[in-house]
């Protein structure tokens, strides 16, 4: 038997960090790697596969249900990351049952404990998840944003309020919650307290080595939370959390924090006023500043997608003419765009082209015009339609040619045989 177990063991380990898994996910090159170790491998700049050196993207990788069931299934009592001698839902279930009895805010002590266990094995994670910490913890973060210590007269928040609310906000991501495990926790009426909590945490901590994790922690779950709710409750976010969020963006926290502030924004995007409220904020310009300080094209993984989702947002803003304007507006807005056209993926190729359309559309000013052709994306648009891409993208394309082709064509800095074969 304990052959058996040894070789169990030796199956179900990560090739990356030698550990048994917990949530496995498949390459398209067949390795099967535990999520937190690849996902780090990714986040690191590297972009192949660890094993076999082939490209390998952090879209492409296919959760391993069919694995998890079975790690899930053999949980062996001898050695567990979460406890020497203590099987992982055991020391999930005392910690949750410290959480869940305590009357009054628990310690911060407390809730970094119920981080780590979380962090550390997923059969924790789940049995914490399946016990109602979750909601514990969501109706404590809201209960402390509420508090007016959070936001009452004083500008800044006590580190005490800062310690509790980053316990709270880290113990929230720790615990990996899916968008289907979350939607029907914000379907309730309480969705909107969860979100007013939110934004009053994103907006009273001040930026800093002592509140910039809770930040990353408050916009992640703010991720979470607009990717679950519904217009009834995107349509009811206020301004300051628009701010908010842009600022996550410009004081890049951390990729991941950054990814999922763009994220945010772009749920918000298409509801009521928000699109307008959102370039108001100032999100077209520090998009365009994220691209400008990211590396040249090809991007690693996580910087690749970073782009697909700046491009997107652009995209979106551009589709009201203040979203055009702060674009055009930027001294490197049209160039940072084009720059990315055929260099990142085909989602970003789609979302560049959509906002050069739309910046250069029907109402662009001669100015603009010029600057596109100046820094290269009318010959950027002139090689998608010799490019294998969607036909969608390629007619987008051609049809902002053809309406200023007689602007172009007279230009030094546009070949104008590419316009007359092409066009």
């Given at each position: 038997?304990?052959?058996?177990?040894?070789?169990?063991?030796?199956?179900?380990?990560?090739?990356?960090?030698?550990?048994?898994?917990?949530?496995?996910?498949?390459?398209?090159?067949?390795?099967?790697?535990?999520?937190?170790?690849?996902?780090?491998?990714?986040?690191?700049?590297?972009?192949?596969?660890?094993?076999?050196?082939?490209?390998?993207?952090?879209?492409?990788?296919?959760?391993?249900?069919?694995?998890?069931?079975?790690?899930?299934?053999?949980?062996?009592?001898?050695?567990?990351?979460?406890?020497?001698?203590?099987?992982?839902?055991?020391?999930?279930?005392?910690?949750?049952?410290?959480l869940l009895a305590m009357a009054s805010c628990p310690p911060v002590d407390v809730?970094?404990?119920?981080?780590?266990?979380?962090?550390?094995?997923?059969?924790?994670?789940?049995?914490?998840?399946?016990?109602?910490?979750?909601?514990?913890?969501?109706?404590?973060?809201?209960?402390?944003?509420?508090?007016?210590?959070?936001?009452?007269?004083?500008?800044?928040?006590?580190?005490?309020?800062?310690?509790?609310?980053?316990?709270?906000?880290?113990?929230?991501?720790?615990?990996?919650?899916?968008?289907?495990?979350?939607?029907?926790?914000?379907?309730?009426?309480?969705?909107?307290?969860?979100?007013?909590?939110?934004?009053?945490?994103?907006?009273?901590?001040?930026?800093?080595?002592?509140?910039?994790?809770?930040?990353?922690?408050?916009?992640?779950?703010?991720?979470?939370?607009?990717?679950?709710?519904?217009?009834?409750?995107?349509?009811?976010?206020?301004?300051?959390?628009?701010?908010?969020?842009?600022?996550?963006?410009?004081?890049?926290?951390?990729?991941?924090?950054?990814?999922?502030?763009?994220?945010?924004?772009?749920?918000?995007?298409?509801?009521?006023?928000?699109?307008?409220?959102?370039?108001?904020?100032?999100?077209?310009?520090?998009?365009?500043?994220?691209?400008?300080?990211?590396?040249?094209?090809?991007?690693?993984?996580?910087?690749?997608?970073?782009?697909?989702?700046?491009?997107?947002?652009?995209?979106?803003?551009?589709?009201?003419?203040?979203?055009?304007?702060?674009?055009?507006?930027?001294?490197?807005?049209?160039?940072?765009?084009?720059?990315?056209?055929?260099?990142?993926?085909?989602?970003?190729?789609?979302?560049?082209?959509?906002?050069?359309?739309?910046?250069?559309?029907?109402?662009?000013?001669?100015?603009?015009?010029?600057?596109?052709?100046?820094?290269?994306?009318?010959?950027?648009?002139?090689?998608?339609?010799?490019?294998?891409?969607?036909?969608?993208?390629?007619?987008?394309?051609?049809?902002?040619?053809?309406?200023?082709?007689?602007?172009?064509?007279?230009?030094?800095?546009?070949?104008?045989?590419?316009?007359?074969?092409?066009?």
């Amino acid at each position: 038997m304990e052959d058996m177990g040894a070789s169990m063991r030796h199956h179900l380990m990560c090739p990356i960090s030698l550990q048994p898994m917990q949530d496995p996910v498949t390459a398209p090159t067949g390795i099967t790697y535990d999520r937190r170790a690849i996902e780090r491998w990714l986040a690191a700049g590297h972009a192949t596969c660890p094993v076999t050196g082939q490209p390998l993207a952090l879209t492409d990788l296919t959760p391993n249900h069919t694995l998890r069931r079975l790690i899930q299934s053999w949980r062996p009592t001898s050695s567990t990351p979460v406890g020497v001698g203590h099987r992982p839902d055991d020391v999930a279930a005392n910690v949750a049952k410290k959480l869940l009895a305590m009357a009054s805010c628990p310690p911060v002590d407390v809730l970094r404990e119920a981080a780590e266990v979380a962090a550390q094995n997923d059969v924790a994670r789940r049995n914490m998840v399946d016990a109602g910490v979750l909601q514990r913890v969501l109706r404590l973060a809201v209960s402390r944003a509420k508090a007016k210590s959070c936001h009452g007269d004083n500008k800044e928040v006590s580190l005490d309020d800062i310690a509790t609310v980053t316990a709270c906000l880290s113990l929230v991501r720790a615990l990996a919650i899916s968008g289907d495990e979350l939607r029907p926790l914000v379907a309730d009426n309480h969705v909107h307290e969860l979100v007013d909590a939110v934004t009053d945490v994103l907006v009273a901590l001040v930026p800093g080595p002592s509140g910039d994790p809770a930040r990353a922690s408050a916009v992640q779950l703010l991720d979470a939370v607009t990717e679950a709710c519904g217009a009834q409750v995107l349509e009811r976010l206020r301004p300051e959390l628009f701010r908010a969020v842009t600022a996550v963006v410009r004081d890049r926290l951390s990729p991941s924090a950054t990814r999922s502030a763009l994220r945010a924004l772009l749920h918000a995007c298409p509801v009521g006023r928000n699109r307008a409220l959102i370039v108001e904020a100032g999100a077209a310009h520090e998009a365009i500043e994220l691209e400008l300080d990211a590396p040249p094209p090809p991007p690693a993984a996580g910087g690749r997608r970073a782009t697909e989702l700046a491009m997107a947002l652009l995209a979106e803003l551009c589709a009201c003419a203040d979203g055009r304007a702060a674009v055009a507006a930027h001294p490197a807005g049209v160039a940072v765009v084009a720059r990315r056209l055929l260099r990142v993926s085909a989602a970003a190729d789609a979302c560049v082209v959509r906002v050069l359309a739309a910046v250069g559309g029907r109402a662009a000013s001669p100015e603009v015009l010029r600057e596109m052709a100046r820094v290269g994306a009318v010959g950027k648009l002139c090689c998608v339609l010799q490019a294998d891409c969607d036909a969608a993208v390629k007619e987008a394309a051609r049809a902002v040619l053809r309406l200023h082709s007689g602007v172009w064509s007279g230009s030094p800095c546009v070949s104008a045989y590419l316009l007359s074969r092409y066009l």
